[in-house]
């Protein structure tokens, strides 16, 4: 059974840091791609960030410069440092494992930035 788990999320204030983590298992997690995605209220779920099995990273725009994501496949886990944090970021982030062409998704954990 497929499992992943995020956390790391908050309350932080603008121009704040957080850093999410995505412990996964019951995948092949140094062969799969992973990735977060986020919701905020009443839009539709976005990317944010990839990386794939050979830490190939891409971005949305809207988080260039301001967002990294990695993995340590000791650890199983993925993860998304968030910085200079503004009120547009706030939403629901989803972690993402793809395997075999299909979409794994954990529960979210919310994100909030506001002063």
């Known amino acids: 059974q497929v499992q992943l788990a995020e956390s790391g999320g908050g309350l932080v204030q603008p121009g704040g840091s957080l850093r999410l983590s995505c412990a996964a298992s019951?995948?092949?997690?140094?062969?799969?791609?992973m990735g977060w995605y986020r919701q905020a209220p009443g839009k539709q779920r976005e990317l944010v960030a990839t990386?794939?099995?050979?830490?190939?990273?891409n971005y949305a725009d809207s988080v260039k410069g301001r967002f990294t994501i990695s993995r340590d496949n000791a650890k199983n886990t993925v993860y998304l440092q968030m910085s200079s944090l503004k009120p547009d970021d706030t939403a629901v982030y989803y972690c993402?494992?793809?395997?075999?062409?299909?979409?794994?998704w954990g529960r979210g954990t919310q994100v909030t930035v506001s002063a």
């Open positions: 990386i794939s099995r050979g830490s190939s990273a």
């Open positions: 993402n494992a793809n395997w075999l062409h299909r979409d794994y």
């Open positions: 019951g995948i092949p997690f140094s062969i799969s791609a």
